[in-house]
């Protein structure tokens, strides 16, 4: 039978989010990578997910992210998301929607339940820049999204100093006229981050953006997870999100990540208090929860 679980901080554990792959097909500035250093390592087996998952679920896991790389490059994500849904009230993906045309109605079919798509510009040079790829292959990811059953579909854009920052705007309309929840992100400092140039240079506090949205909004709720503030402004839903420095962010978090290796990872910005699966998941399982420490 399911019980519920807390770490020493009186944190209940209640989300799973894995990392499947390291491999991207994008080349972000800003990507952490899901504080994982990009050492070469065995890569976490659909058995392994699977068990996790199952154990995870013994102890009030009710939530799964399958995140990245890219999951969608995973040849057997649409196996492994059969196989976890039945064990699951809600299981999403982390994508930056490339591939999401071609790969949708098998996700649905395998019991999928909804999406995040990362997208941070609308602007096709400053999309080319800022990860290699090409704006109108991830909108029309989003089109697939939001014509399927998934729902509701989320866009995340992580904030960028003189990047995007004059797009928010834009971004709250594109949500509002597309029935997507925005998700405003701060740019985290992890040490997997690719250049630490770039944070100091694209970092931005996010203080006048929610300014801004307090002063528009309707009504504000407070999320359980993280206690992340959810603005509505008129039919647009607006969460923001940010870690840094952030004590209430932590002590309110709720997720325990795995990595592409095999691992529990108690935290996204602390590498080193992994736990390795090890042949006894179950104990690697509590040992990691134990190591659980808000960040900040
Ligand atoms: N490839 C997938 C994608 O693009 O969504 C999944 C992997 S990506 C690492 C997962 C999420 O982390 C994305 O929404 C991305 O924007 C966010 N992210 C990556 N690096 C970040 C950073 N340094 N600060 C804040 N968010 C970041």
Redesign the pocket.
Known sequence: MACSIEDKYGREITNLRF?LTQT???N?I?????GENGDECNLITQEEVIEAVKLGTRYGIKKVKL??????LRPDLTEIIQKISPHLNDVSL????ILLPQKIDELCEAGLDRV???L?TLNPETYREL?GGDLKKALKGIEAAEQSKLFPVKI???ILDNINTNEIQDFINYAKNNDIIL?L??????NT?KNQKN?SQYHYNLDPIEKTLTKKADKIKTRKMHHRKKYYIKNAEIEV?RPMHNTEFCENCTRLRVTSCGEFKPCLMREDNHVPFNGNMEKSLLKAINQRKPYF
């Open positions: 990392s991207c097909n994008l972000c800003y990507c952490h990578n899901e995140s990245g790389g890219e999951p969608l982390t994508t930056n929607a995040n798509i990362s941070d990860t995340n854009t992580v998700q992100i701060e740019y985290h400092d992890t981050l944070y999100v």
